[in-house]
């Protein structure tokens, strides 16, 4: 029995030993230039974008209850990428980067999320422009179908449904289920199995409800949960709002080395904070990844155009790092909590705000976390689901994937938090470089659509997707997806 336990132990440190590896090369190297490249790129081709129509993310929004019958709504679909958005990350991530790389990884997780904007313009644009109707007359698409379509790729598109799968699907649903145990134990001393088994139990009445039971809960629990978890943040700033300029000064100061440059490591600290903040930044914000375009190509737009959903995805970057992140930093930085103190994860969080508010700052964490980690775990089915299809095209393939997903999620109630976060870790940086590569070949679809879309406006149009004018899209659209859109705007 011990010789056994033995090489299960062994084993086990070469798997540990082998993702670590890995992680360090795609993380350290690739996925960096890949990322940060790949964002400036697109945020140059769109002329800042992310500045210069600031305002009409939040306008387009005006509209955005209004569905059909062959998709969800705008509001629902950016709801439902920011329940995959606003989770762990934002919360634990957070306190991970503050702890791994100090606060100049929140300097680096504002920079990522920035570029990032426009990054996930571009591939919430493509998806919407590639999207197709599955059997039921719904709608359904990302980056899976605009490899297929757009580059005639299908084994990219394969590829890419298996990366999706496994880490958002699988292993992301054990890292939230893993956050959500966590912090349950801590603030109210909760075996994690039981917390498993009511996890399990509430995500699977809602994921057999289907794509539009999810996007509905989404709708509802996701603005909610967000200006809870702000207004207390904002109590938080408002009690310590003399020493906002020194925090801001300490994660600037803290990006480019100067504190560390006293003590001869300030090339090693910079590049710690470098990695934990993009690593963090992207796990919470997703652009780049090749999330969101799935919850983006469900939608039914308005204004009828793919810009628009492009827009919108773009506006869920911003609510994601550069506030909801933020708030989670401002309330570690400004409480006085060690971050190097042997308190890490989740519990960093809890301890600063109960060092703030009291005792009940500490149920409060685990409360958010659970809404917000359960609502990514929701998302992450939404968008597993639409891959699985994409594979093969089966209600028994999805019924298949739901009970794995669900032990992945009992599986992470009880696991230990750093090899399920390796994991995710690499699972998120592998299809993040094969959606990179594909939105990179297909910017100039993307550039060209929100000319169109920008024109229209300028000319005091309503925009809507007119095929005449990409006579160069038509063999590779799905027929009766925009042709029927562009007919019932005339009607």
Request: charged letters at 10%; a positive charge.
């Given at each position: 029995?011990?010789?056994?336990?033995?090489?299960?132990?062994?084993?086990?440190?070469?798997?540990?030993?082998?993702?670590?590896?890995?992680?360090?090369?795609?993380?350290?190297?690739?996925?960096?230039?890949?990322?940060?490249?790949?964002?400036?790129?697109?945020?140059?081709?769109?002329?800042?974008?992310?500045?210069?129509?600031?305002?009409?993310?939040?306008?387009v929004?005006?509209?955005?209850?209004?569905?059909?019958?062959?998709?969800?709504?705008?509001?629902?679909?950016?709801?439902?990428?920011?329940?995959?958005?606003?989770?762990?990350g934002?919360?634990?991530?957070?306190?991970?980067?503050?702890?791994a790389?100090?606060?100049?990884?929140?300097?680096?997780?504002?920079?990522?999320?920035?570029?990032?904007?426009?990054?996930?313009?571009?591939?919430?644009t493509?998806?919407?422009?590639?999207?197709?109707?599955?059997?039921?007359?719904?709608?359904?698409?990302?980056?899976?179908?605009?490899?297929?379509?757009?580059?005639?790729?299908r084994?990219?598109?394969?590829?890419f449904?298996?990366?999706?799968?496994?880490?958002?699907?699988?292993?992301?649903?054990a890292?939230?289920?893993?956050?959500?145990?966590?912090?349950?134990?801590?603030?109210?001393?909760?075996?994690?199995?039981?917390?498993?088994?009511?996890?399990?139990?509430?995500t699977?009445?809602?994921?057999?409800?289907?794509?539009?039971?999810i996007?509905s809960?989404a709708?509802?629990?996701?603005?909610?949960?967000?200006?809870?978890?702000?207004?207390v943040?904002?109590?938080v700033?408002?009690?310590?709002?003399?020493?906002?300029?020194?925090?801001?000064?300490?994660?600037?100061?803290?990006a480019?080395?100067?504190?560390?440059?006293?003590?001869?490591?300030?090339?090693?600290?910079?590049?710690?904070?470098?990695?934990?903040?993009?690593q963090?930044?992207?796990?919470?914000?997703?652009?780049?990844?090749?999330?969101?375009?799935?919850?983006?190509?469900?939608a039914a737009?308005?204004?009828?155009?793919?810009?628009?959903?492009?827009?919108?995805?773009?506006?869920?970057?911003?609510?994601?790092?550069?506030?909801?992140?933020?708030?989670?930093?401002?309330?570690?930085?400004?409480?006085?909590?060690?971050i190097?103190?042997?308190?890490?994860?989740?519990?960093?969080?809890?301890?600063?705000?109960?060092?703030?508010?009291?005792?009940?700052?500490?149920?409060?964490?685990?409360?958010?976390?659970?809404?917000?980690?359960?609502?990514?775990?929701?998302?992450?089915?939404?968008?597993?689901?639409?891959?699985v299809?994409?594979?093969?095209d089966?209600?028994?393939?999805?019924?298949?994937?739901?009970?794995?997903?669900?032990?992945?999620?009992?599986?992470?109630?009880?696991?230990?938090?750093?090899?399920?976060?390796?994991?995710?870790?690499?699972?998120?940086?592998?299809?993040?470089?094969?959606?990179?590569?594909?939105?990179?070949?297909?910017?100039?679809?993307?550039?060209?659509?929100?000319?169109?879309?920008?024109?229209?406006?300028?000319?005091?149009?309503?925009?809507?997707?007119?095929?005449?004018?990409?006579?160069?899209?038509?063999?590779?659209?799905?027929?009766?997806?925009?042709?029927?859109?562009?007919?019932?705007?005339?009607?």
């Amino acid at each position: 029995m011990k010789e056994n336990q033995d090489i299960w132990a062994l084993l086990f440190s070469y798997f540990s030993a082998a993702v670590d590896w890995l992680n360090g090369l795609l993380w350290g190297s690739v996925l960096i230039y890949l990322l940060i490249g790949a964002g400036l790129y697109f945020t140059l081709r769109l002329k800042f974008i992310q500045v210069r129509h600031f305002g009409h993310m939040f306008s387009v929004l005006k509209n955005s209850r209004q569905g059909d019958s062959s998709g969800v709504s705008s509001f629902q679909a950016l709801c439902t990428s920011l329940a995959a958005r606003v989770g762990t990350g934002n919360l634990a991530g957070v306190a991970v980067a503050l702890t791994a790389g100090g606060p100049g990884a929140i300097f680096w997780m504002w920079l990522i999320a920035f570029i990032g904007m426009s990054t996930s313009f571009v591939e919430s644009t493509l998806a919407q422009v590639f999207k197709v109707k599955d059997k039921h007359g719904n709608f359904r698409g990302g980056p899976a179908y605009y490899m297929q379509f757009g580059l005639k790729a299908r084994w990219m598109g394969i590829l890419f449904s298996l990366c999706l799968i496994l880490a958002f699907g699988l292993v992301f649903c054990a890292v939230q289920s893993n956050s959500i145990s966590e912090a349950v134990e801590s603030a109210f001393s909760v075996p994690r199995w039981i917390t498993g088994v009511a996890t399990v139990l509430l995500t699977a009445l809602v994921v057999f409800g289907g794509l539009r039971v999810i996007a509905s809960v989404a709708e509802v629990v996701v603005p909610f949960m967000a200006l809870g978890y702000l207004a207390v943040a904002l109590i938080v700033v408002g009690m310590n709002i003399s020493e906002l300029p020194a925090i801001f000064k300490l994660i600037i100061g803290s990006a480019f080395g100067v504190q560390q440059a006293a003590g001869g490591l300030a090339g090693y600290g910079v590049a710690k904070a470098m990695m934990e903040g993009i690593q963090r930044g992207l796990f919470s914000n997703e652009a780049g990844m090749g999330s969101a375009p799935n919850a983006a190509a469900t939608a039914a737009p308005t204004p009828p155009h793919p810009a628009s959903q492009g827009y919108v995805q773009m506006l869920g970057v911003f609510v994601d790092t550069l506030v909801i992140c933020t708030a989670t930093a401002s309330i570690i930085l400004l409480s006085g909590v060690k971050i190097t103190g042997g308190v890490e994860g989740v519990s960093l969080t809890q301890a600063a705000l109960s060092s703030q508010v009291g005792g009940w700052g500490n149920g409060f964490v685990a409360i958010a976390l659970f809404f917000f980690a359960f609502t990514s775990i929701m998302a992450n089915f939404y968008y597993a689901e639409i891959n699985v299809d994409f594979l093969k095209d089966s209600d028994t393939a999805i019924r298949i994937y739901r009970v794995l997903g669900l032990c992945m999620v009992m599986f992470g109630a009880v696991a230990k938090l750093q090899i399920v976060w390796d994991m995710a870790n690499l699972a998120m940086a592998l299809m993040a470089i094969v959606n990179l590569i594909a939105i990179l070949l297909l910017s100039n679809i993307a550039f060209k659509v929100a000319r169109d879309y920008n024109c229209q406006r300028a000319a005091g149009k309503t925009p809507f997707f007119d095929l005449r004018k990409f006579p160069e899209l038509k063999p590779k659209l799905a027929p009766g997806v925009w042709e029927q859109q562009k007919s019932s705007e005339r009607t």
